[in-house]
């Protein structure tokens, strides 16, 4: 099911370490060949860490690969230290403006998941923020420095009002190395999860001594995390293992009462499909002791064909874009429970960041988006020699 390379890194990826985890590893490392594909592979997957935790521990593995991924693993965690000292000023900051804020996916999740926060890998800081603060919340950061990643200028009050009305979040950088994504709803889809989460039903999370952070209590959590997972085909091992360790960490009793109180039915195939893959990339066999549950096929085999990819992108050309595109919607509708709610795939596309950015339509008129999509995608092409604009990786989430 699983190449050797993958099989490894998953391996590698099993959280907390143990005898057992350590000879699964050990059989593992006795059928790779090419020791330069697992690293790209574990780059690719950002798990570098773990991978470099998990092998230094382990016979026949050449040093050479050891030392490039402890090399790595301590450039990661210099990333990481930068990005927490960010989001502390950024605490501070909308704090200052009586603004309140989740943090998603990154140290809080690490510190539930490991128990520490230098083992998950985060590329950007995504922070949440309740639909109502969002304007406030853009001020305080553009005032403090931070501007759209995708111009390197500021949004103007009505290409912001777009924005929030159409999108779910926006990219902002500050210098080269910081990027933070604000997010004002959970997901662009409807029907799996809510818009947002209300601040009362977050959680407190300690990171050390001096750093405490809010992010989502369970079971949104959970829900959250398996619905992210699932809109991206899973296609990166992080979010599964982030998930795997969050559930190892508590009590069996725990996390099933957790899943069978889940408050937001629609978030329940997704669900289904984070547990299934987590059967079948660490063996944990949590779905199969769940009697009554299972997941649907096409999920399943759709999302190990995606980890299993040697990128995360659709394609070189437009045409094989195109056919991931349309793919990934007829797999992902099957995360839904009505037509309504799956039309709601299309929004990303319809509702383009970058048209929002050339074209600020007033609300009456956002109905042409839909129309100018096609010659605004031409209009974008003709663009892409210009030294003005600043390209910035988008599949690193």
Same mark, same amino acid.
């Given at each position: 099911?699983?190449?050797?390379?993958?099989?490894?890194?998953?391996?590698?990826?099993?959280?907390?370490?143990?005898?057992?985890?350590?000879?699964?590893?050990?059989?593992?490392?006795?059928?790779?060949?090419?020791?330069?594909?697992?690293?790209?592979?574990?780059?690719?997957?950002?798990?570098?860490?773990?991978?470099?935790?998990?092998?230094?521990?382990?016979?026949?593995?050449?040093?050479?690969?050891?030392?490039?991924?402890? +090399?790595?693993?301590?450039?990661?965690?210099?990333? #990481?230290?930068?990005?927490?000292?960010?989001?502390?000023? @950024?605490?501070?900051?909308?704090?200052?403006?009586?603004?309140?804020?989740?943090?998603?996916?990154?140290?809080?999740?690490?510190?539930?998941?490991?128990? +520490?926060?230098?083992?998950?890998?985060?590329?950007?800081?995504?922070?949440?923020?309740?639909?109502?603060?969002?304007?406030?919340?853009?001020?305080?950061?553009?005032?403090?420095?931070?501007?759209?990643?995708?111009? #390197?200028?500021?949004?103007?009050?009505?290409?912001?009002?777009?924005?929030?009305?159409?999108?779910?979040?926006?990219?902002?950088?500050?210098?080269?190395?910081?990027?933070?994504?604000?997010?004002?709803?959970?997901?662009?889809?409807?029907?799996?999860?809510?818009?947002?989460?209300?601040?009362?039903?977050?959680?407190?999370?300690?990171? #050390?001594?001096?750093?405490?952070?809010?992010?989502?209590?369970?079971?949104?959590?959970?829900?959250?995390?398996?619905?992210?997972?699932?809109?991206?085909?899973?296609?990166?091992? +992080?979010?599964?293992?982030?998930?795997?360790?969050?559930?190892?960490?508590?009590?069996?009793?725990?996390?099933?009462?957790?899943?069978?109180?889940?408050?937001?039915?629609?978030?329940?195939?997704?669900?289904?499909?984070?547990?299934?893959?987590?059967?079948?990339?660490?063996?944990?066999?949590?779905?199969?002791?769940?009697?009554?549950?299972?997941?649907?096929?096409?999920?399943?085999?759709?999302? @190990?064909?995606?980890?299993? +990819?040697?990128?995360?992108?659709?394609?070189?050309?437009?045409?094989?874009?195109?056919?991931?595109? @349309?793919?990934?919607?007829?797999?992902?509708?099957?995360? /839904?429970?009505?037509?309504?709610?799956?039309?709601?795939?299309?929004?990303?596309?319809?509702?383009?960041?970058?048209?929002?950015?050339?074209?600020?339509?007033?609300?009456?008129?956002? /109905?042409?988006?839909?129309?100018?999509?096609?010659?605004?995608?031409?209009?974008?092409?003709?663009?892409?020699?210009?030294?003005?604009?600043?390209?910035?990786?988008?599949?690193?989430?």
């Amino acid at each position: 099911m699983f190449n050797p390379n993958f099989s490894l890194i998953a391996a590698c990826c099993r959280w907390p370490d143990s005898l057992a985890t350590r000879a699964y590893v050990a059989d593992r490392v006795s059928l790779i060949e090419d020791w330069h594909a697992v690293i790209e592979a574990a780059e690719r997957h950002r798990v570098v860490t773990l991978v470099f935790l998990a092998l230094r521990q382990q016979q026949g593995v050449p040093a050479g690969v050891l030392a490039e991924l402890s +090399k790595a693993t301590k450039q990661k965690r210099l990333i #990481g230290l930068a990005q927490l000292a960010e989001l502390g000023r @950024i605490g501070q900051l909308l704090s200052l403006h009586a603004i309140p804020f989740a943090e998603l996916k990154g140290f809080s999740l690490g510190q539930l998941a490991y128990g +520490k926060t230098d083992v998950k890998e985060s590329v950007d800081i995504d922070v949440l923020v309740p639909k109502r603060s969002v304007y406030d919340a853009v001020d305080a950061l553009f005032s403090s420095g931070y501007s759209l990643c995708r111009t #390197g200028s500021k949004a103007s009050p009505r290409q912001v009002h777009a924005l929030v009305d159409l999108r779910k979040d926006v990219a902002l950088c500050r210098g080269s190395n910081l990027k933070l994504e604000l997010h004002w709803r959970l997901t662009s889809t409807s029907g799996l999860l809510p818009e947002s989460i209300e601040p009362s039903d977050w959680r407190d999370v300690t990171i #050390g001594r001096n750093l405490t952070l809010q992010t989502l209590a369970m079971p949104d959590l959970l829900a959250y995390l398996a619905v992210h997972g699932a809109l991206h085909s899973w296609s990166r091992l +992080k979010w599964l293992s982030d998930f795997n360790a969050l559930l190892n960490r508590m009590q069996r009793e725990e996390w099933q009462a957790a899943i069978e109180r889940e408050q937001h039915p629609g978030a329940g195939e997704a669900i289904r499909l984070a547990l299934q893959l987590c059967d079948l990339v660490f063996d944990s066999r949590r779905l199969q002791s769940m009697r009554g549950l299972s997941c649907d096929p096409q999920l399943v085999s759709h999302s @190990i064909a995606e980890m299993q +990819k040697p990128s995360v992108r659709a394609g070189t050309t437009t045409r094989k874009r195109m056919k991931q595109v @349309i793919n990934n919607w007829k797999v992902h509708s099957r995360l /839904f429970e009505n037509n309504y709610d799956r039309l709601s795939l299309t929004r990303n596309h319809l509702y383009c960041e970058r048209d929002l950015m050339m074209i600020p339509l007033p609300r009456s008129f956002r /109905f042409m988006y839909a129309i100018l999509r096609l010659p605004l995608w031409f209009a974008a092409r003709l663009k892409l020699v210009s030294p003005k604009k600043i390209d910035h990786d988008t599949s690193n989430k």
